[in-house]
């Protein structure tokens, strides 16, 4: 196979290829890509709105959410309890202390494999999973 771009030409052998056969992801108002789509063709919005009382129930500082710069809105993601800490060689105790970001991105690693259809041990060639995130904060 070769790609061509107007610098030059560079040539790959089949063994550098890469076909991407599975995808996975989970955003706030859609815990699959699926939901992910159809949100936005229908311009769902999916970021929560939170007022005073609930800001202050959470545990943010009263003179802060005053400010007229403080946003009082966020994304949530639904159901980051809920991780099978067994199927992923993990004890009650590590899943509990582990960072929920972790357990998410096991998950959807683990998702984008089982939407592929292949699995590692089946296959003959490498699989591997390329995944992004972004800072939580």
């Known amino acids: 196979m070769a790609i061509r771009s107007s610098a030059s030409t560079i040539e790959e052998s089949e063994s550098d290829s890469i076909a991407i ?30 007022s005073d009382v609930e800001l202050l129930a959470a545990g943010a500082n009263l003179s802060l959410i005053q400010k007229s710069n403080y946003i009082k809105k966020r994304g949530i993601l639904k159901n980051i309890e809920l991780f099978d800490a067994k199927f992923f060689g993990y004890s009650p105790h590590e899943a509990a202390i582990t960072d929920p970001q972790r357990r998410i991105f096991l998950q959807l690693a683990w998702e984008a494999l089982e939407n ?4 590692a041990d089946k296959y003959n060639g490498r699989v591997g999973v390329f995944a992004g995130s972004a800072n939580s904060s």
């Open 116 to 119: 592929a259809a292949y699995t």
């Open 21 to 50: 056969i599975g995808m996975a992801g989970k955003f706030p108002g859609a815990d699959n890509l699926g939901a992910f789509w159809q949100n936005i063709k229908k311009a769902r919005e999916t970021i929560s709105t939170f």
